[in-house]
T-cell receptor, first 111, second 109 residues
Framework: DAEITQSPRHKITETGRQVTLACHQTWNHNNMFWYRQDLGHGLRLIHYSYGVQDTNKGEVSDGYSVSRSNTEDLPLTLESAASSQTSVYFC??????????FGQGTRLTVV | QKEVEQDPGPLSVPEGAIVSLNCTYSNSAFQYFMWYRQYSRKGPELLMYTYSSGNKEDGRFTAQVDKSSKYISLFIRDSQPSDSATYLCAMGNDYKLSFGAGTTVTVRA
């Protein structure tokens, strides 16, 4: 079955370190998204991609970057982790204006 | 002001009750409207979606959209303990979604 997987599921890192969260989908979807979820804010869009070599900033993109070298993967990099980036991160993919499929999430703690 | 406003609750109802969830939005460009359900420590999963004003039913779930008032609702009839989850409204255009903060619902047996 097609799926979308995130790794790691849990990560603790130190302030100032570079961190990369992986997202891999086997749906062959063109569209991929990264969201963060915080209490009281719901899901906020960090970056998104509509295809290979395409990346775009979302509403909370500062301190994050993504790259899209193939259809299946959209890794999210925190250039220099900050305590404000402690959150649950969700990757999603879609092919149209209907359903976006979400991964199980990565719980990141920056200490 | 957020693009999408959703009462975070929490909401606690007895089994069998009707659950009513609402969202308002400010962006008139939104073309499609969705409700996602998220169980604890899981990713959101799509529950309902619609493109137009009016009602859409799927079993015990009814999604309602009023574009003129920029208001959407989700009703859950005959609620069950298994409906206990966080419900997020989402809406968008151009493949991007904007989410509400989510309402946590507990259905008591």
């Amino acid at each position: 079955d097609a799926e979308i997987t995130q790794s790691p599921r849990h990560k603790i890192t130190e302030t100032g370190r570079q961190v990369t969260l992986a997202c891999h989908q086997t749906w062959n979807h063109n569209n991929m998204f990264w969201y963060r979820q915080d209490l009281g804010h719901g899901l906020r869009l960090i970056h998104y991609s509509y295809g290979v070599q395409d990346t775009n900033k979302g509403e909370v993109s500062d301190g994050y970057s993504v790259s899209r070298s193939n259809t299946e993967d959209l890794p999210l990099t925190l250039e220099s982790a900050a305590s404000s980036q402690t959150s649950v991160y969700f990757c999603a993919s879609s092919t149209s204006n209907t359903e976006a499929f979400f991964g199980q999430g990565t719980r990141l703690t920056v200490v | 002001q957020k693009e999408v406003e959703q009462d975070p609750g929490p909401l606690s109802v007895p089994e069998g009750a009707i659950v009513s969830l609402n969202c308002t939005y400010s962006n008139s460009a939104f073309q499609y409207f969705m409700w996602y359900r998220q169980y604890s420590r899981k990713g959101p999963e799509l529950l309902m979606y619609t493109y137009s004003s009016g009602n859409k039913e799927d079993g015990r779930f009814t999604a309602q959209v009023d574009k003129s008032s920029k208001y959407i609702s989700l009703f859950i009839r005959d609620s069950q303990p298994s409906d206990s989850a966080t419900y997020l409204c989402a809406m968008g255009n151009d493949y991007k979604l904007s989410f509400g903060a989510g309402t946590t619902v507990t259905v008591r047996a």
